[in-house]
């Protein structure tokens, strides 16, 4: 839901078994609040942590560093108008951000075929 639809539908001081939530900046809201500990299971997707003097790495630089390069090296043969380099390292990081995005596709399934499931209310 909505935030807004959250605080419509279930009041501030609502409490028992959480049936829906919403997304506040980084925090979770649940409609009602939960009256007791509940185990859930969360499923999110990663931001890839930015480069810099206190960050000398990341995920994506450690597990698959092709896609640094190649990125860095298509919008270096741009700057240099050198057209045909900038196609092939551009065709070169479309290759290597397919495999990346297999790798997650895998890792998140099991390698299992995917379903559709109906959505469930938490």
Same mark, same amino acid.
């Given at each position: 839901? *909505?935030?807004? $639809? ?5 009041? +501030?001081?609502? +409490? /028992? ?9 980084? *925090?979770?809201?649940? /409609? ?5 500990? !509940?185990? /859930?299971?969360?499923? !999110?997707?990663? *931001? ?11 995920? @994506? ?6 896609? !640094?390069?190649?990125?860095? @090296?298509? $919008? ?12 092939? !390292? ?7 951000? /397919? $495999?990346? @995005? ?21």
């Amino acid at each position: 839901m *909505t935030l807004s $639809e959250l605080r419509n539908t279930f009041s +501030a001081n609502a +409490a /028992g078994r959480p049936q829906n939530y919403a997304v506040s900046g980084e *925090t979770i809201l649940f /409609g009602p609040a939960p009256d007791a500990a !509940y185990a /859930g299971r969360l499923t !999110y997707i990663q *931001t890839i942590p930015a480069l810099g003097d206190s960050q000398a790495t990341n995920w @994506l630089l450690t597990d698959h560093p092709d896609v !640094y390069l190649y990125g860095a @090296l298509h $919008e270096l043969h741009l700057l240099m108008f050198d057209e045909s380099r900038a196609a092939l !390292y551009d065709g070169k990081l479309r290759q290597a951000a /397919g $495999e990346l @995005l297999d790798s997650a596709i895998r890792r998140t399934s099991g390698g299992a075929p995917i379903r559709i499931r109906a959505p469930s209310v938490v």
